[in-house]
């Protein structure tokens, strides 16, 4: 709630008997009730809007006396980020750079901070300052052709997007997938919608073919090979070795908060035990970061949790 502006938050993926017309969490950002809702991160990450609204809440602030970021775990409403110690500073700003960053033609932010939005201000050129009725003291900066932040992780897309009519789908392009929803996409009886999904032209030197997508990275925690927010290609995993390779894995005891939920980006590496009859199973599987930043631990599943654990694609190349 904000002055007499009252929304609530997306529904939860797990919650169960929703009331009619209110879209389940993975539909937030692409069924029309969701604009009665307040998305977050998770349901917002991989999409494109003309668009965009931003509550900057008081999670994160700026100090001009010690002229740097502070957190505020009391105000997060996040309970993985608020349990990821050190990192939590990292993964609040990463939040709002990538919420930032959805309006295509502009973004409106409504500061709850005045210290924050006088260091945003500051930074930006060209900026219009509303002032919310019944909400004296919050203001909204409004930009149009472009995000309210520009820093210099803010990049063109690496790609040309289809439309419809051009789009010959694996023969000129293939399609783009956001990781939050990969996990309909990769059984081999899905089939795309060629009118709902979105078809992008890959540069000259890969040729589209089945088992190809574009996905979004974002995070810190593979930027030696994977720069946060980069769109990179995969492959489906059809069989072979896996061992080096970096992966989109799916395993219910992981909670990625980079990708917002139960799969991560990681460098698969495997130790496997030879049994008697001279076949082998695996005794321990390891999900590796590499990055330059702290905080990050290896994913190490044992041999029942192993069981559970799904490879979906392996990366081809970071497009961008």
């Known amino acids: ?113 005045k210290d924050t939005e006088r260091l945003v201000r500051s930074r930006t050129e060209g900026v219009k300052i509303d002032v919310l009725p019944e909400a004296s003291d919050v203001k909204v900066l409004h930009q149009t052709r472009g995000s309210v932040v520009k820093d210099e992780q803010t990049q063109l897309l690496p790609f040309r997007k289809l439309g419809i009519r051009e789009a010959q789908p694996f023969k000129n392009c293939v399609p783009l997938v956001d990781l939050k929803l990969a996990a309909g ?25 089945q088992g190809l997508f574009v996905a979004q990275v974002v995070g810190e925690s593979m930027n030696r090979r994977i720069p946060n927010g980069s769109w990179c290609l995969f492959r489906k995993i059809r069989g072979g070795t896996r061992q080096g390779k970096v992966v989109v894995a799916q395993h219910r005891e992981i909670s990625d908060v980079e990708t917002g939920g139960h799969f991560t980006v990681k460098v698969y590496e495997s130790v496997k035990t030879e049994l008697n009859d001279g076949t082998w199973k695996h005794a321990r599987i390891s999900l590796n970061p590499d990055t330059t930043a702290s905080g990050y631990e290896p994913i190490v599943l044992d041999e029942r949790e192993a069981e559970d654990l799904r490879i979906i694609a392996e990366l081809v190349a970071v497009l961008g």
């Open 1 to 113: 709630m904000i002055g007499s502006y009252r929304r609530p938050w997306n529904a939860r993926s797990e919650v169960s008997g929703l009331a009619p017309g209110i879209p389940r969490e993975v539909l937030w950002a692409k069924d029309s009730n969701g604009i009665d809702q307040i998305g977050c991160i998770y349901t917002a990450q991989g999409f494109e809007f003309d668009y965009v609204g931003v509550i900057w809440g008081q999670d994160i602030a700026y100090d001009f006396d010690k002229n740097s970021w502070s957190g505020n775990k009391q105000s997060s409403y996040d309970s993985v980020v608020k349990r990821s110690g050190d990192r939590f500073l990292d993964l609040v700003k990463n939040t709002y750079r990538v919420l930032l960053s959805r309006g295509m033609k502009g973004c409106y932010v409504c500061f709850l901070d």
């Open 185 to 209: 996409k990769f059984s081999e009886e899905q089939e795309y919608d060629e009118d709902s999904t979105e078809w992008v032209e890959l540069p000259p030197e890969f040729r589209p073919q």
